[in-house]
């Protein structure tokens, strides 16, 4: 089995050494293959094809292992792999999944127990705990509505605010949203990409750390007395919204919902409405690892920042943080005194990436001091630490990129997985992975990025 383990809880892999076997082995094996099956292909030395990948609208996985890359898909989308010339074989098939909509509240309610597959919060548990933190802690917590999600913002239902936390032990002027802040700024979001679940779960867990633990934890302590820290812990509302009505097995929505662009899309695990979020702002937009197929995860919409998420979320960026790098050239760096860290977490590649994403053969002009950040991180952490293209795959029109291109903001990309073999990898661990395995190996990754918000540029 590849390190990529299962994406679905319960799912067993079905390894084959053939090329592309299309059904699984003859002995027992589950769950069955059926035509509704999701099937993960580990495609031989595909690192150099990725950019074709891509154009041909697979749904290229968030994972690499060497030279080979991963592939989520039906069982028609193996004969295409064979047919385009590539090769490998079946790593794992998954259980077809139950789409029928769970008994969830309608969005708006507010009930912080709200919970699906074994635990994970939806995100009107989400914005409850928003709530109720700033309710307990008012000395430390303040709200902000930055904008709607596409559904909302069409008068759909099931749409939703876009919401974010800041968290500090509060002065006058704190929290506000003025890019000329007194204290630096560290930002961390989370379920851009929606089915990416953990992501989610770490930033809830990063919320209670610190809040509870102003006064008692000298480390938390001092980090909220001298920096604002932020949190979007839902990017997406929308497409977790999809995710979560899958209950005990979540619907791998990747992108938003938006349905504009077209929407005669099957609704499996690799055709689905909407826009990825993560390949739509307006830095390098449409070069790199995209697809113009309305249908494919990596469809990175009709324009730049075409998306309501992205420019609403954007629009929060500026209104935190000074526009500092001023050059118009991939390699004008911002000033060594610039402050602020934005970190974007994603899932499962185990690997902390940095700007630029779109490109790794181009380096920024503050290359150095990213990479030792970086370096530092993956030490934490256990993961690898390089240019998106240097360990996985280019990718354009990335919130990292963007927030380094226009503010000049130390920006990484953290992909929270597992490449320890522990069983707890893939889009929908289970849930009892979060406390035991996660949690503890992002918590000191996260301290040490927020302690680094005053002078990242000054790290070697």
Request: net charge negative; aromatic share 8%; charged share 15%.
């Amino acid at each position: 089995m590849s390190r990529y383990r299962a994406l679905i809880t319960g799912g067993i892999a079905a390894a084959a050494a053939a090329a592309f076997v299309l059904a699984p082995p003859s002995t027992t094996v589950q769950p069955t293959a059926t035509d509704a099956s999701t099937y993960v292909y580990r495609v031989t030395n595909a690192a150099t094809a990725a950019e074709t990948l891509f154009k041909d609208g697979f749904d290229v996985l968030e994972q690499r292992d060497g030279n080979d890359l991963f592939v989520l898909g039906t069982q028609k989308d193996g004969a295409r792999l064979k047919a385009a010339g590539f090769t490998g074989s079946l790593d794992q098939v998954l259980p077809a999944q139950d789409f029928a909509p769970q008994p969830l509240a309608e969005a708006g309610v507010q009930d912080v127990n709200e919970t699906y597959d074994g635990g994970y919060h939806t995100v009107n548990a989400h914005y409850s705990h928003l709530d109720l933190v700033a309710q307990q802690h008012p000395d430390l917590v303040a709200n902000v509505t930055y904008g709607q999600s596409w559904r909302k913002s069409r008068g759909l239902a099931n749409g939703y605010d876009l919401r974010a936390i800041c968290i500090t032990k509060k002065q006058t002027g704190d929290c506000a949203l003025n890019p000329n802040s007194a204290k630096p700024r560290f930002f961390l979001m989370s379920q851009i990409h929606a089915r990416e679940i953990t992501t989610g779960d770490v930033s809830w867990r990063w919320i209670d750390y610190l809040v509870n633990g102003y006064g008692t934890d000298s480390t938390v302590t001092s980090l909220l007395n001298s920096t604002e820290v932020w949190i979007v812990p839902i990017m997406n509302p929308d497409g977790v919204d999809v995710v979560q009505r899958g209950g005990n097995t979540p619907i791998l929505q990747r992108k938003n919902v938006d349905n504009t662009n077209g929407g005669n899309c099957s609704g499996n695990g690799s055709s689905q409405v909407g826009v990825d979020l993560n390949r739509n702002a307006n830095t390098h937009w449409d070069t790199t690892g995209v697809s113009h197929n309305v249908c494919d995860q990596t469809y990175d919409g009709p324009r730049a920042d075409s998306e309501i998420e992205n420019t609403a979320l954007e629009g929060l960026f500026r209104n935190l943080f000074p526009a500092r790098r001023t050059g118009t050239g991939n390699s004008d760096p911002a000033p060594a005194d610039t402050k602020g860290v934005m970190i974007s977490m994603h899932s499962d590649a185990s690997m902390v990436l940095f700007p630029w994403q779109y490109n790794a053969n181009v380096h920024t002009g503050n290359d150095k001091p990213l990479r030792a950040m970086a370096k530092q991180m993956g030490t934490i952490t256990g993961y690898q630490s390089g240019q998106a293209g240097e360990i996985l795959y280019n990718a354009s029109g990335g919130t990292d990129d963007w927030t380094y291109d226009k503010l000049g903001v130390a920006s990484f990309t953290i992909e929270v997985g597992d490449n320890t073999g522990r069983g707890c990898g893939g889009f929908t661990p289970r849930f009892t992975c979060q406390a035991s395995f996660f949690w503890p190996k992002m918590r000191p990754a996260l301290v040490y990025a927020a302690q680094h918000a005053p002078s990242p540029y000054t790290t070697s």
